[in-house]
């Protein structure tokens, strides 16, 4: 990777790049991925490169919502992968949740690349690429080829940096969808149950934290947790902070609202 000096001021935001680009070299990220990565870049420049309060809200939910299922998994591709690998694999680890590779761009080379990948970080269940698969329903593209023991049989559902087709047949089988995404517009975003609007690589640590925190909670405390969040309301307080933050940085100081 190239080295970026700390002193730089967006040190952490090159670092990610460079995470994803060295992801691409090793055959564990689609070349689609890099362009991905670039449209979430945009909307993290927009909302200041910090985690904000709509996204801890849903960060918590969201912890909460995986807790209670009766059979959850946690879908990974390639820029999550390369991404969060020592948190997907600590989080694996506290739960007991396994990690189910899952991609669009489907190559058995690249499946294998990341579950050796997965499992050199620390993951110790990685479905998806040496177990049985069977088919989603409701889609055509390589999404559709799940795990028998993972996506297909959850009941909850964690999809990180994900297509809005794949979430949409998700819901329609009755499964709850929690997600990161940094677009509070996308598909995604606005079927899921819960919406983490905010960058992966702040947002998982956070969930293993929170997850630590509640899983020796009684389960009425986190039924309570799921029960008074909203969705709609937590994408509209994105959109909200997104709107006026634009908004305040169109206009020289002393010049806004003229």
């Known amino acids: 990777m190239t080295e970026i000096p700390k002193s730089h001021p967006r040190y952490e935001s090159l670092l ?14 689609a070349l ?18 910090k985690t904000r309060g709509f996204a801890m809200k849903a960060i918590k939910a969201g912890a909460a ?21 020592d948190s997907l694999a600590e989080y694996s680890k506290l739960t007991g949740i396994p990690l189910e590779v899952n991609l669009f761009y489907r190559t058995r080379e690249r499946e294998e690349a990341i579950y050796t990948w997965l499992k050199s970080h620390g993951a110790p269940e990685v479905l998806g690429v040496y177990d049985e698969t069977t088919i989603l329903e409701g889609l055509e593209s390589w999404r559709r080829v799940v795990s028998i023991k993972g ?34 517009f996308s598909r995604t975003s606005q079927y899921a149950d819960i919406t983490i609007v905010d960058n992966i690589c702040r947002a998982f640590p956070l969930l293993v934290n929170y997850t630590r925190e509640l899983m020796n909670k ?34 020289p100081p002393g010049l806004q609202g003229q």
């Open 218 to 251: 009684p389960r009425q405390y986190l039924e309570e947790i799921v029960n008074n969040y909203n969705n709609k309301e937590t994408l509209s307080e994105a959109i909200a902070f997104i709107r006026d933050r634009l908004t305040v940085l169109s206009y």
């Open 32 to 49: 689609a991925g890099l362009i991905a990565h670039g449209r979430g870049e945009a909307f993290d420049y927009i909302i200041g490169e």
């Open 65 to 85: 919502m995986m807790l209670l299922g009766r059979k959850a998994v946690v879908s990974v591709n390639g820029n999550t992968a390369v991404l969060v690998p």
């Open 151 to 184: 996506i297909y049989s959850a009941d909850v559902v964690l999809v990180p940096l994900e297509d809005g087709d794949r979430t949409e047949a998700l819901k329609k089988t009755g499964k709850k969808v929690v997600t990161i995404d940094l677009n509070p």
């Open 16 to 29: 990610m790049r460079e995470r994803v680009i060295d992801g691409y070299k090793k055959g564990i990220v």
